[in-house]
């Protein structure tokens, strides 16, 4: 993954979790994994693996297209 893609994963991914009101380290809990994979992620300093963009989405109350691609559901269908 280049990093340009994870530069926009990671803004993907901290507006998801703003929006959901959830800090890092609630993140990880609920995903099984420690605060510093999150941070990485958030930071662009590493891609998460597909398992883990899985995992995202659940506890984000999300897709994945949202993570990965910053495509809003709620924009499509408007």
């Known amino acids: 993954m280049t ?3 994870k530069d926009k994963l990671a ?5 998801l979790i703003e929006k959901q009101g ?4 609630e993140l990880a809990i609920r ?3 420690s605060e510093a994979s999150i941070s990485r ?3 662009g300093k590493r891609a998460p693996s ?3 963009v899985y995992y995202l ?3 984000l109350d999300t897709t994945v297209d949202e993570i990965v ?3 809003w559901w709620s924009e499509l269908h408007d």
């Open 3 to 5: 990093q340009e893609n």
């Open 11 to 15: 803004s993907n991914l901290q507006k």
């Open 22 to 25: 959830m800090s890092q380290k």
């Open 31 to 33: 995903m099984g994994t």
């Open 41 to 43: 992620y958030l930071h």
């Open 50 to 52: 597909v398992r883990a």
């Open 57 to 59: 989405a659940i506890c």
């Open 69 to 71: 691609k910053g495509i």
